[in-house]
């Protein structure tokens, strides 16, 4: 159990860490996948407008002043607004943007169960089991008859 | 029961699916869609370049405005800047109002830029590009003209302006013969 535990920290913090850097020591790339040219709406990595070039001098110029990801990111939300940012971010309103695809995700799987607990109680309901027949399959009478004459014939 | 149910919620599919048709066909509908001429000109509040002061288009009931949207980083704006300035600097006393809205650009070019061309009309900063798609605006530069009514007049000048046109769609605005 305890191994668990560590082998879980362990994994967790192998994720935390390189997120931590990126934070602390963003690279242009990663910015250019993260924001949006706000000409002609592509990612500024795909971006060639004189507006996507300018915003990359920029990034880098604050890159090497020594700028945070987030704060770049500000900076650029407060020249440009948020719709510069390819992703909304997680706060406010915009939380319903990362909140509503779960949730959808999550009663959609809910209805698909219970109409799947539906569907198999509705077919057991249409093939009601005879009490005194043990569980086996109970014969219509006249085809039991039937059954029982073919049998005795062959044994004659 | 279960048929109720089924129905109910095939109704709410059905529901879903035309709500967001009609939301991408309203998207698709208003997009950058220009208004028209005669039409009232779209208000707008922005604050000014350089300043947290705001300036509303409605201050300028009464006066002609020259309304034009540009960037620092568009060729045919640098270009264009010279005989925007000469039209203020000619018409200012007549009723006539240059008002530059700038978009899509960092506030410290957008300066530098006004600073370099010897800009003296007002200039609003419009951060977010929201005035762009009320006015239809795909591209830097563009010029709309509106009247003393606020009602948009003349032509709406997609690029660069020339002289020409520019003294044309003043007269207009102003209810003068062209």
Redesign the interface.
Known sequence: MMRRLLAVIVVALGMVAPAAASEQNPTLPELERELIC??CHESLAASSS??AD?MRA?IRARIAAGDTKSEIKSQLV????E?VLAAPPKSGFNLLAWILPLAGIVLAAG?VGF?AY?WSR?RKAEEPVDPSSNGRFSLDPELERRVDEELARYDA | M?GR?KIV?QAAAVLVVALLLALLGWQVFQKDKEPDLGRAAPQFTLPQLGSDTELALASFRGKAVVLNFW?S??GPCKDEAPLLESAWSRYKDKGVVVLGVDA????V?AQRFVDRAGITYPIVRD???STLGHYGVTGFPETWFINAEGRLVGEHVAGPLTEEALERNIRIALGEPA
């Open positions: 706000p000409t004189p507006i300018r920029f407060d020249q440009f607004g719709s209805v109409l539906r509705g | 279960a149910v919620l960037a980083w568009c899509q650009d960092f506030d070019d951060k977010h590009g």
